[in-house]
């Protein structure tokens, strides 16, 4: 079979996605191809082009699609994010012009209507996800919340699937007999912006009255004059500041770890969430997105509404031995939900010619929501 990704670029979510999903399909003897911007993706034929600004990159995406899907008739033409998602009425065109027997798959990594404040923004997005949703044979939502909302949005639920982002298994190992045990020590990855709640955190925890909480901190501003950080840490010294770690060290750090928070004030998805699971360790999430089919109220970790009290409470009311016990149940989900070798499973069923779906088993466990 052979397969071309479309992606204008690799970073955040959409690179995991294909890091993960990639090497499985050349495992499985696919001929995977890749057009983007230059990436670290190894062992594929790639066709990049330079950043020249948005325009000219949608222009450069475009032509390099439509001369490799002409000139090599792919079995699969996989498109990710909503913003190369624009170029799927000339794919679906030239599929029907040059009698190309291919699938168009297309998953926009997060509902770009779903993230704005502005309704007029989120309005004219909502319309143009809909019109282009005509153009391709699947949708892949990432999570039940976002096959919802497209559902609501009018497109056809017999494109859509949900399938769970997955992760392979972590091989690292940490060594926690010298730690305190009377410690909790909560984790945070990501940016500190305003999508992944870091304010709410800091202010949640600056607010608890728990004097046993250690805070340790993965990641960096995405601008660097927010003084909001460094005003948290002179208000609490029980706050750590890693910084932007590799992988491998983030991984020690989430076994290390009693419980991960994910304080986001949306997400399409959550990967932090089910990396903090893949370590067995517990997650506290708030109750919005694509967390809402990760964490499980009571098992695997907490949810809680948004907001500086709710989170306080949680925080005020952990319990480390009950955490110890939601950290089996952890590990559980992962291997349950959300392995790498799960999501190329279900999204190698859609790959091939007409699959058959059950829209009644669609739930938060990642099943496939066609019929």
Known sequence: MKVLHVSETLKGGIETYLSELIPLQTKKGYEVNLISQKNNIRGIRQYN??????????VSLLILSLFFIIRERPDVVHIHSSFAGVIRPFVYLAKRL??????????????????????????????IERFLSFFCDCIICISSDEANQAIKLGINSNKLSVIHNGVSDSKAISDNSEENENILKLLFVGRFDRQKGIDVLLEAFEKSKRSDIQLNLVGDFVVSNSSLLKDGYKLNKKIKWYGWLDRNDIENIYYESTATVVSSR??????????SLRAGTPIICSAVGGLLDICQHGINGYQFNLSVDELTKVIDSLDKHALNIMGNAARQTYLSNFTAEKMFQKTDILYHPEPTFDLSSADASGTDLRS
């Open 98 to 127: 040059f009698f190309i027997k291919m699938r168009i798959i297309y998953c926009s990594h997060g509902w770009p209507f779903t993230i704005s404040p502005n309704q007029a923004i989120n309005f004219t997005y909502k319309v």
């Open 266 to 275: 949306w997400e399409g998805f959550g990967l932090v969430a089910i990396e």
């Open 49 to 58: 082009f330079k950043n020249r600004g948005r325009l000219t990159n949608l």
